[in-house]
């Protein structure tokens, strides 16, 4: 039973994560909450994962929280769960937008996914400045008890600005320090 709710889990995700790999955060975090199949701070860890391997962050995401849940067998079930709204978006509409593509109507349509991909995409973000800077249980924003965090944050953010460092490098240098330091 756990691989049919998994599959239909991350089926709803895949369907209305309009945006790409972040927008499924705010989805996934829904999901720890109502399902606690996994906590924020194994979202966390997956959020650190799937941005530092290869892949579509969304897919890494879901083949992780599918492990995390319920093993391989899991893993598998959540990827495919999220990947199939997508491949029938594919296979039965691409077909027909074609012919649609000069219709204002589809076109609105269009545009008016736009700030919805960006809505969900700042909600992650959000979701995951306040799990990595701000202290658990924080009642507000004056309550950053992670200085070193965020120092390092503003510190990494300017360097990337100012010498174009490929972000690339950071992600590295991130996970060295957290397999050294145990985090």
Known sequence: MIYLEL????????????????????FLYALSATTGWFTPAQLADMIAVSESTPGAIGINMATFAGFTT????GGVVATLGLI?????????IARGLEAFRENTLVQRGFLGLRPAAVGLIAAAGLGIMQLALVRPGAE???????????????????????????????????????VVLGF
């Open 84 to 92: 199939t709204p997508s491949l029938f978006i594919i296979v039965f």
């Open 7 to 26: 599959y239909w889990e991350f089926f709803k995700i895949g369907l209305f994560a309009v945006g790409g790999g972040l927008a499924t955060l705010p």
């Open 140 to 178: 507000s924003w004056t309550q950053f008890l992670y200085l070193p965090q965020t120092g390092v944050f503003v510190v990494l953010f300017w360097a990337i600005r100012k010498f174009s460092i490929h972000p690339v490098v950071f992600i590295l240098i991130g996970a060295v320090a957290g």
């Open 70 to 73: 319920a093993g391989v067998f």
